[in-house]
């Protein structure tokens, strides 16, 4: 009897998990080598006919069964068991917000590149039968013997209504290219969008539907919103409209990158497949807290990690475009790489933390406050920065114009410097790939260095560095990643332009040595471990 007792509980959850859509199977997926981030609009080069749509891997075809109501049908009893103490109410939260989701259709056409014409003898016996068969590049065939031709595009997005008046926030990706969008919204009716602006940057873009009266999300935010907690996606998976999907949030501020460092991504464990992008992400009270924009995939489809844009990100390009039609991002003009160990030794810093500034704009904000190669940046605008990752994304939330206090590590102390952002245009705040760590022996970087000439410093613009000439084989260089052609320009900070300085500086070092190496165009902290 006890066992029994001890029983219901679990299964009462389990199907409360279930019902809620936790508990759940995804549809296959698109095979794919290697994981990598996606976004999830699905695009297809042609158009659905019955308005579903599949995934096939390894040639096999999955379909998802769905149950779609019939228009204006009476809701079912409200006599469900209600879930477990401690769970947020699924349900509650899709009747109620699930309206002021949408489905959002678009098309469009692409300019194609011409392919080179095969070199084949007009004589040769073949060239009749390339050219009738539509060989492309070949005269007569597709491209028309080397002009340029374009394709057709069709996809499907999700999206969410923020305004009465039928304004909408979606991904910029779902729009991308488009010629016309059409968004759906749960009652079938179908307007066609205008694009009021879209942000590639940030990936968020803002609709206007011509209608009125319309059902509205309700905006939350995420700076209380902690790890583990609830959320919940709705959205078009494979083009299954209005599908719900649960999962808690994994992790904040994540960063994915250079190319999207201005956003301090939401991850999440919801299912988000194809279809979901530009869909809400809601947060146990029924609050819009992001935009489901990616998914980190080796085939193609959900594996467990998605991302989304926090909604204040989101919130601020949609106030951007719908007061001036365009978005202004503020830019620092620094190039910053991550602080690991290595460098944490090598700066004397207490912990692994920061942002290491590794190349300065000229003339750029940055430049003007005083900010220098080597130095670490710890604070920007009283907020702590503990990843590289962290200061693009705070510089992105501020305007161009704007004062701001910077807190950096240099010479083994804390300064603040004020420096005054500029206007980004297409990029803001860069990171820069690190070179890895390496252990050696204490008093051996493995390095020949040389003097720069006169007609070298010009090519490179510089006035200090050493030519790095050759780098031992299974030195501590060699390991860290230095190669022969770097110009080392600094060690620990400190600008060199002679061995002697090298040596000198290297021989005080304990653990590592933080050297800035010039490589082509771009300058990099590379941490060589020597203790």
Do not use: C
């Not at 006919?49 to 204006?72: K, W, Y």
């Not at 979606?170 to 602006?197: F, I, P, S, W």
């Amino acid at each position: 009897m006890t066992q029994v007792e001890k029983m219901i509980p679990v299964k009462k959850l389990v199907w409360a998990l279930t019902a809620a859509g936790v508990l759940g199977a995804a549809g296959g997926a698109l095979a794919m080598r290697n994981a990598k981030l996606m976004p999830v609009a699905q695009t297809s080069s042609e158009a659905s006919t019955d308005g579903v749509s599949a995934s096939t891997s390894g040639g096999d075809t999955q379909v998802a069964a769905v149950t779609t109501p019939l228009a204006n049908a009476a809701a079912p009893a409200a006599n469900l068991t209600p879930p477990p103490a401690g769970m947020p109410d699924f349900a509650q939260i899709a009747a109620a917000q699930g309206p002021a989701v949408v489905n959002i259709s678009v098309s469009g056409t692409v300019k194609t590149r011409a392919a080179r014409a095969p070199q084949i003898d007009p004589d040769d016996p073949f060239y009749e039968f390339f050219r009738r068969f539509g060989v492309p590049g070949m005269p007569g065939g597709p491209n028309g013997g080397g002009e340029g031709g374009s394709r057709e595009i069709r996809g499907q997005g999700s999206g969410f209504i923020v305004s009465a008046d039928g304004v909408i926030l979606t991904n910029a990706h779902v729009v991308q290219d488009a010629q016309e969008v059409v968004v759906k919204l749960t009652d079938r009716r179908e307007y066609r969008a205008k694009v009021l602006g879209s942000d590639k940057s940030t990936d968020v873009a803002v609709l206007k539907i011509e209608a009125r009266n319309l059902p509205t999300v309700r905006l939350g935010a995420t700076k209380d919103l902690r790890v583990g907690e609830w959320v919940l996606a709705i959205g078009s998976p494979f083009g299954f409209e209005n599908s719900v999907s649960a999962g808690v949030i994994s992790a904040k501020g994540r960063s994915l990158g250079p190319d999207e460092s201005r956003v301090p991504f939401l991850q999440t464990d919801v299912a988000i497949n194809p279809g979901n992008s530009g869909g809400p992400l809601f947060n146990a009270r029924g609050e819009v807290v992001g935009i489901n924009s990616q998914i980190y995939s080796a085939s193609g489809g959900y594996q467990g990690l998605s991302f989304a844009i926090p909604v204040e990100v989101a919130n601020k390009v949609r106030q951007q475009i719908e007061k001036g039609g365009k978005v202004q991002h503020a830019k620092l003009g620094v190039m910053v790489q991550e602080v690991n160990q290595g460098f944490a030794d090598s700066f004397k810093l207490d912990r692994p933390e920061g942002a290491l500034v590794a190349n300065v704009e000229d003339n750029g904000p940055a430049a003007k406050a005083g900010l220098r190669s080597g130095d670490v940046i710890l604070g920007f605008k009283g907020q702590r920065i503990v990843s590289s990752g962290d200061l693009p994304a705070l510089v992105d939330q501020s305007l161009p114009g704007d004062k701001v206090d910077i807190e950096v590590w240099r010479g083994g102390k804390r300064e603040t410097i004020t420096a005054t952002l500029g206007d980004a245009n297409e990029k803001g705040a860069k990171l820069a790939k690190g070179g890895g760590d390496a252990d050696a022996d204490h008093a051996k970087l493995g390095l020949t260095l040389r003097p720069l000439q006169t007609d070298e410093r010009r090519q490179l613009g510089t006035r200090d560095g050493l030519l790095i000439q050759e780098v031992g084989e299974g030195s501590a260089a060699a390991r860290a990643g230095v190669r022969p052609g770097d110009v080392l320009l600094a060690v620990n900070g400190t600008p060199v332009q002679s061995l002697d300085q090298v040596r000198s500086a290297v021989k005080g070092a304990e653990k590592s040595v933080a050297l800035l190496v010039q490589r082509g165009g771009d300058k990099i902290f590379v941490p060589v471990r020597i203790g």
